[in-house]
């Protein structure tokens, strides 16, 4: 069973801060991808990356994939209350076009 | 963007009446649908992989006689919680998979619908 563990699982930050969500597995990816979630809504898609070592950025969220494709970060950069939510890392396994998603990192931006 | 649809978006029913969920793609065609549960404050679970016209895939531990899919055309895909008692009660989501725009801007991804908050007293 692939396994998609996040860290953390909890954060509350201060607006302005800068924070790093992580996703690690054994399993290597062909591609994977972050969502936010928001409360009685389903995820919505930040990013996918395909590439080991691929960094995207998407205004203040970068997103890395690990050299090796089994793990990969997101950063946020000066923190804003908007951003709080619900981040999911999935990844897909080669030619399933199935996602197993992460375990979650509940984000909470203070005002 | 891609759009994809649930409904309903609640429901709330009494435990062995069975429930059916629909999941359009709305402006694309989706060759594969993909079902997912979430419990209160967890993560995704996949439940089940639906091609158009061939039978569902289950994954592990997911009732396929509890939890019936059809797949009938490009556009939609349906999902029916038979018998429902309430540990049934979740939010159930879905997904869709196919090539969005034409050309060389066109994209494969998924799309996720927003939801069926399904409550079973």
């Known amino acids: 069973t692939q396994l998609l563990e996040q860290s953390p699982q909890f954060l509350s930050i201060q607006e302005g801060e800068n924070l790093t969500v992580y996703c690690n597995s054994s399993s290597v990816f062909s591609s994977l991808q972050w969502y936010r979630q928001e409360p009685g809504e389903g995820p919505v898609l930040l990013v996918t990356?395909?590439?080991?070592?691929e960094v995207k950025k998407l205004k203040r969220l970068t997103f890395q994939f690990g050299d090796a494709r089994k793990d990969s970060s997101l950063h946020i950069t000066a923190a804003q209350p908007g951003d709080t939510g619900l981040y999911l890392c999935a990844g897909e396994t080669s030619g399933t076009y199935k996602y197993i998603f992460g375990t979650g990192t509940r984000l909470k931006v203070l005002a | 963007g891609a759009v994809v649809s649930q409904h309903p978006s609640r429901v709330i029913c009494k435990s062995g009446t069975s429930v059916k969920i629909e999941c359009r793609s709305l402006?694309?065609?989706?060759?594969?649908m993909f079902w997912y549960r979430q419990f209160p404050k967890k993560s995704l679970m996949l439940m089940a992989t639906s091609n158009e016209g061939s039978k569902a895939t289950y994954e592990q531990g997911v009732e396929k006689d509890k939890f019936l899919i059809n797949h009938a055309s490009l556009t939609l895909s349906t999902l029916t919680v038979t018998s429902a008692h309430p540990e049934d009660s979740s939010f159930y989501i879905c997904s869709a998979r196919g090539i969005v725009g034409r050309g060389p801007s066109s994209t494969d991804t998924q799309y996720f619908g927003p939801g069926t908050r399904l409550t079973v007293l």
């Open positions: 402006d694309f065609q989706a060759t594969t």
């Open positions: 990356v395909v590439t080991g070592g």
